[in-house]
């Protein structure tokens, strides 16, 4: 690791200002990616600023049929908060099998979506959820949110607060994790709620998380697990690594798709 | 002794400081004024150096110095030497100097040191050490190292055979194939592995200029190896003029037996530097240059009759040693492995070859196990295949072949000294309930799932070893063991073994033979090890054999210590020496009440105020030597019960049965310890392990993100058992437990996968996607049959 400069602010203003000001600002919340990825040189910020300190982004807010997280909580706090649990099973699960218990009481959900890894979790969930990601400036729509691997519409300086989507009628994660980092290798969220089925991808795909909307179409006609297994997973667009070729993990995404229905009910 | 002494399950002494995290590790000691080490490695494979330019390096913030292979050269630092090359033809050994200055051949192989006042100064300059190659073509493929255009590493070794070797006879074996019934035919990769031992390597060197002597802490299996062939043939200096301590070691599995480069390097440096300098290895560093173990390409061939008895088995095996040979590189793939090919059948007829070959990759050593889980996969999947193939029965064909008569002359050198293969398989049989298995299969086909049962009954050769063999067949030591009993005048007692742990408990169970042997507390018996400053000599814990070696050693002590103290007692109790004898920790006299505790012959020994001065020295301290007569002969059988997804591929060990005969048991507890470990191990080469080379030479798994090792939710709650037939020439009846879970669990999953999905071939790994590919291939109707 380099030597960096660490700030803790108070405000998501505060968090703004000192990163601007620096030469090379970040911003670090669970640091469970930017630690490491520091520890290995691979990364050198030269100012550090910490954001787990701001009160009005942290916890779960559930308000009638709307979910509110604050981009601070942890996936620890995420999959054990009851409210959530009983409106939004589907999300609780994902959270409650990132990575290990180490990684979920410091990661966070800000962080794993400004992130955007290719094999998160999360991005997966707030695509299905139709949700919106909001920043220290706007509010922007998950569809529009993840644009590709590790890419996001956030730009530079620009700090996520929280994240919000409506209750779904039904939702549910499946995973396929990697047998060495456990990231996921196909996961995929379904939901079904009053704008019909979305179904994300996460893990799986060449160029990061997508919705699959011929599974959506099946679906939405055809609420069933059978109904996926018609649905045509393209190998072209997934990703190959040493783990699992193309082939294996489109096979991937609808055997996960299928379970995930079948989790839904 | 009932409760602390053999056979009790005594709680781990060492365990308090371990999960309190008040163990003492190499890298937790820091010398005064010490540096720090990085090494500029290789990013290539297989390269010339055309140029190393240290200047804008030298001038970096902190730097003390840096050291290229040239400075190594011209200092004339001896290479590194091979301690082991086995008889019977030429071995191409080429040299190793510790850095390089001409040729790299793996990634990781090390050009320069940098050292500096910190870790992070060292290596911002050793970013700054330009070096410049010449990249060549690599060689990473085992099965066509000797390939004619396949790219050379040494001169000394055309073709990149560092040795053809053979063990049995030909000529039988090829006459028992021309009139076989049946002949059973595999060809089998053994997967290389990461030892991934959890602490890293680390060495902090220290020359006291006044003595002119060295100090090296080191994390090492054998420190006193490490002393011999780096102050012998690295510094060219008196083994009197190096201390190596090995403090608290964890994790070797068998990494931590060679001797390195960066020990070597750090050593010669303290005393140009006139500073202590300390390295620690980072966990990359581990995966790139941690020796590796297995790298086999075989074919393996079984001859049967009509009623199924085996006739000859005949093995021909490529074995990569990475880029040179480590210290007992060659040892695991000739005489560790050739020699237990009988497993525990009568073969009449063997014959092995084995073509040692460089590739670009990490150097091969020892890896839990070392030659016998080679031997024991190739073996068990053939057995298990030719029962299939035949129809007799996996259960059947083991019956018709088991020896049953010992001692049990192999057609592969060793000699068995004893063993029951029948009833370690009839109780795991039991255990494992195999009779209910058709009907647990039918129960995982009504859930989606494939289920499939596979055996290994396996042997090792264990408790390394009779120093006139271990000579015999090539090492450049004996491998007998040392134990020296020391008294305190209250009646505590320290023993200094040789062996050194890594984990293992000898801080216990040793304590636990003392405790048997002499009647004395396990709390009052310290256990000293891991250091050539307090210990007389030893040759460090692998190959099973520190209880059956090590622990022989202080049996055979305190029986020297009861000689002794038997005629103290005698005085004491003014009787004839030949009159006392003593048991639980008390002297008597034969035919009176007399009696005098161990504890008063200690105090009397120690403080000889009345006491024989004339006839007798004052103390009970004694030491002995012992040299094993044989090697020990674990034996057992593992049944293993897979689940297969047919969707995902994903197998999981639903069931895992082992009941071994480890001989007479000291500590149940750490011995149940060890089997889980073994078989986890076993498990994680089974499903997971594989260090990955592309053709360019790079290690593309050299991190957890991707070397997949064996989590806890992939084994299910083991179901040990034992039987016992006590090794017949050790004072202990003990044979070792260490490596046979690695030995056993390997085919035993692997037979009980294609059992499940109903295929004749599956290397190892066996991922996911090998899994689904291979159901893909055979079409999962076959698979649910």
Redesign the interface.
């Known amino acids: ?2 030597e960096t400069k660490y700030h803790r602010a108070s405000s998501a203003d505060e968090a703004v200002k000192l990163a601007d000001s620096a030469d090379d600002g970040q911003f670090i919340a669970g640091g469970q990616t930017l630690i490491p990825t520091m520890k290995q ?1 691979l990364a050198s910020p030269s100012d550090l600023v910490d954001i787990r300190n701001i009160d009005a982004m942290k916890g779960v807010n559930v308000e009638g049929n709307k979910v509110t997280i604050g981009a601070t909580t942890t996936h620890a706090e995420v999959a054990d908060a009851p409210q959530l649990q009983a409106v939004c099973q589907g999300i609780s699960d994902l959270a409650g099998h990132i990575g290990d218990p180490a990684v979920r009481h410091m990661g966070t959900i800000g962080g794993s979506v400004a992130n955007n890894d290719p094999a998160a979790d999360y991005p997966a969930a707030l695509l299905a959820l139709g949700a919106e990601i909001t920043t220290n400036n706007r509010t922007i729509a998950a569809d529009d949110f993840f644009v590709g691997m590790f890419e996001t519409a956030l730009e530079d300086g620009e700090l996520i607060t929280s994240v919000s989507f409506t209750v779904p009628d039904k939702s549910a994660y499946s995973k ?1 994790p990697n ?3 456990r ?1 996921a290798m196909a996961g995929v969220f379904v939901a079904k709620g009053g704008d019909g089925v979305r179904v994300a991808v996460t893990g799986a795909g060449s160029d990061g998380v997508f919705r699959h909307s011929g599974m959506e179409e099946a679906l939405d006609a055809n609420w069933s697990a059978d109904a996926v297994a018609e649905a045509d997973v393209d190998e072209a667009m997934m990703l190959s690594d ?4 193309a082939a ?1 993990r489109a ?2 995404v609808k ?1 996960m798709a299928k379970r995930a229905v079948a989790a839904a009910g | 002794m009932g409760v602390e002494g053999i056979g009790a399950r005594v709680l781990r002494k060492e365990d308090q400081r371990f999960i309190t995290g008040k163990g003492r590790y190499t890298d937790d000691f820091n010398r005064p004024g010490q540096l720090f080490a990085v090494f500029v490695r290789s990013p290539h494979a297989h390269a010339l150096i055309k140029s190393v330019d240290i200047s804008e390096a030298k001038g970096c913030e902190g730097v003390a110095a840096i050291y290229t292979g040239e400075d190594v050269a011209e200092d004339g630092l001896g290479g590194l030497p091979c301690g082991f090359a086995p008889g019977g033809g030429p071995q191409n050994a080429p040299p190793r100097p510790a850095l390089l200055k001409d040729k790299v051949r793996f990634v990781g192989d090390m050009i320069a040191v940098v050292i500096a006042e910190s870790v992070a100064l060292a290596r911002d300059a050793a970013g700054k050490v330009n070096v410049e190659y010449d990249v060549l073509p690599s060689n990473t493929d085992t099965g066509k190292a000797m390939d004619a255009d396949t790219p050379q590493l040494h001169e000394e070794a055309p073709n990149n055979v560092v040795m053809h070797w053979e063990i049995g006879e030909a000529d039988p074996v090829e006459a028992a194939f021309a009139k076989a019934d049946h002949v059973t035919s595999l060809d089998i990769i053994n997967n290389r592995k990461v030892p991934n031992a959890m602490e890293p390597r680390a060495a902090n060197a220290e020359y006291d200029a006044a003595a002119d002597s060295f100090t090296l802490y080191t994390t090492s299996q054998n420190p006193h190896i490490t002393r011999l062939l780096l102050a012998a043939y690295v510094l060219g200096i008196s083994e009197g003029k190096l201390r190596v301590i090995s403090p608290d070691v964890g994790g070797g599995f068998g990494s931590k037996i060679p001797f390195y480069p960066e020990e070597a390097v750090v050593t010669w440096a303290c005393r140009k530097v006139e500073r202590p300098v300390k390295w620690t290895s980072d966990r990359t560093e581990a995966f790139l240059s941690d020796t590796h173990g297995r790298d086999h390409v075989t074919k393996a061939e079984l001859a049967m009759d009509k009623d199924g008895k085996f006739l000859a088995m005949r093995v021909d095996t490529k074995a990569s040693l990475g880029a040179y040979l480590s210290t007992f590189g060659m040892l695991s793939s000739t005489y560790l492995y050739g020699t237990v090919l009988s497993g525990p059948y009568d073969i009449p007829a063997i014959h092995c070859k084995v073509s040692g070959v460089f590739t670009n990759t990490c150097p091969i050593d020892a890896e839990r196990g070392a030659g016998r889980p080679e031997a024991t996969y190739l073996i068990e999947r053939l057995v298990e295949t030719a029962a299939r193939e035949t129809g007799i029965g996996v259960v059947e064909i083991r019956k018709r072949n088991f020896i049953r008569e010992f001692p049990y002359q192999t057609a592969v050198v060793l000699q068995y000294d004893i063993g029951d293969y029948d009833t370690t398989l009839e109780l795991a049989l039991e255990k494992a309930d195999y009779a209910g298995f058709e009907a647990r299969k039918k129960k995982s086909a009504a859930n989606g799932k494939l289920r499939g049962v596979g055996f290994s009954t396996y042997i090792e050769a264990c408790g390394l070893a009779p120093s006139n063999i271990a000579g015999a067949i090539g090492a450049g030591i004996g491998l007998y063991e040392s134990a020296e009993i020391r008294f305190n005048p209250t009646g505590s007692v320290s023993v200094l073994t040789g062996a050194q742990t890594q984990g293992q408990g000898h801080e216990t169970a040793f304590a636990q033979v003392v405790a048997s042997k002499l009647g004395i507390e396990v709390d009052k018996v310290d256990i000293i090890h891991g250091d050539t400053g307090t210990v007389q000599w030893g040759h460090g814990t692998y190959g099973s054999r520190s209880l059956a070696v090590g622990g022989s050693a202080i049996s055979a002590a305190c029986d020297k210590v009861i000689e002794k103290a038997k005629k103290v007692a005698a005085h004491m109790m003014e009787a004839d020496a030949a009159d006392i004898s003593f048991e639980n920790g008390e002297f008597s006299v034969s035919g009176t009440d007399k009696t005098k505790t161990i504890g008063e012959v200690i105090l009397t020994a120690m403080v000889p105020h009345d006491y024989p001065l004339t006839d007798m020295e004052p103390g009970l301290d004694q030491r002995s030597f012992y040299d094993p007569a044989n090697f020990t002969y674990p034996a057992g059988t593992h049944i293993c019960e897979v689940e297969v997804d047919p969707d995902t591929g994903v197998t999981e060990v639903v069931r895992f049965t082992a009941v071994d005969d480890f001989g007479n048991v000291v500590n149940p507890m750490i011995v149940e310890g060890q089997v889980h470990g073994g078989v986890t191990h076993g498990v994680g080469q089974a499903l997971f392990e594989k260090a990955l080379y592309d053709e360019d030479g790079q290690m593309v798994n050299a991190s957890y993100m991707d070397y997949i090792i064996p989590h806890a939710d992939n084994v299910p709650s083991f179901d040990v058992g034992y039987t016992n037939t006590p090794c017949t020439h050790n004072p202990l009846g003990v044979k070792g437990c260490g490596e046979a879970g690695a030995i056993a669990a390997p085919p035993a999953v692997i037979n009980a996968i294609t059992d499940a999905i109903g295929v004749r071939d599956l290397d190892m790994p066996a991922t996911p996607q090998k899994v689904w590919d291979t159901i893909q291939a055979n079409g999962t109707a076959k698979a649910a049959q």
Do not use: Q
């Open positions: 690791m380099y040189r396929f047998p060495a980092s990231y040493i783990h699992g070729n294996y096979n991937l055997v």
